[in-house]
T-cell receptor, first 113, second 113 residues
Framework: NAGVTQTPKFQVLKTGQSMTLQCAQD?????MSWYRQDPGMGLRLIHY???????DQGEVPNGYNVSRSTTEDFPLRLLSAAPSQTSVYFC????????????FGQGTRLTVV | ELKVEQNPLFLSMQEGKNYTIYCNYS?????LYWYRQDPGKSLESLFV?????AVKQEGRLMASLDTKARLSTLHITAAVHDLSATYFC?????????????FGEGTQLTVNP
């Protein structure tokens, strides 16, 4: 049971480069979301999805795009990387049914130089 | 908009002592989560609390929820070094049915021998 799988685990980008962070879950969860974690700030929501074909912005969406073509996958695209996007990124999946935990991937540590 | 505040942000305690971490939230929350994070690792789910008066216990940790006071607590009993980690609470507003979580800033707990 893989749970939530994120790739890559580490990435260094140059300013202006683009890349996609991958996230896949095998639990058939309706909800998926992306968070970034910066020191002293907890986790902040970037984008989220309540089902295939449906996405919405979170608290800090600027500079990021998402799509959800399947239930399993929720990639996060950085369009033109900036040093301010240096962070640890976590993907999470959950279900609408209350009482069930939200599962997190192992994280992607991104450095933009 | 749901806001979540934790206190204290830093907690240094001796082994064998008891302490409580507090989590206040601003609006009606559908569910309240507690997570543990070790340095460089992902988030590990500890508890999901759904209803007023809910209490859950696992080992030396006990979480409770008071929806009227909009307060959740994480109580640590007879702390041991292995409990050293950062603890996050996160709420999900009723309007979004748990699709998006709002995190507190985290409480960095250090248990000293």
């Amino acid at each position: 049971n893989a749970g939530v799988t994120q790739t890559p685990k580490f990435q260094v980008l140059k300013t202006g480069q683009s890349m996609t962070l991958q996230c896949a879950q095998d639990m058939n969860h309706e909800y998926m979301s992306w968070y970034r974690q910066d020191p002293g700030m907890g986790l902040r929501l970037i984008h989220y999805s309540v089902g295939a074909g449906i996405t919405d912005q979170g608290e800090v969406p600027n500079g990021y795009n998402v799509s959800r073509s399947t239930t399993e996958d929720f990639p996060l695209r950085l369009l033109s990387a900036a040093p301010s996007q240096t962070s640890v990124y976590f993907c999470a999946s959950s279900t609408q049914a209350p009482g069930f935990e939200a599962f997190f991937g192992q994280g992607t540590r991104l450095t933009v130089v | 908009e749901l806001k979540v505040e934790q206190n204290p942000l830093f907690l240094s305690m001796q082994e064998g002592k008891n302490y409580t971490i507090y989590c206040n939230y601003s609006t009606t929350s559908d569910r309240l989560y507690w997570y543990r994070q070790d340095p460089g690792k992902s988030l590990e789910s500890l508890f999901v609390l759904l209803s007023n008066g809910a209490v859950k216990q696992e080992g030396r940790l006990m979480a409770s929820l008071d929806t009227k006071a909009r307060l959740s607590t994480l109580h640590i009993t007879a702390a041991v070094h292995d409990l050293s980690a950062t603890y996050f609470c996160a709420g999900a507003s009723r309007e979004t049915s748990g699709s998006r979580l709002t995190f507190g800033e985290g409480t960095q707990l250090t248990v000293n021998p």
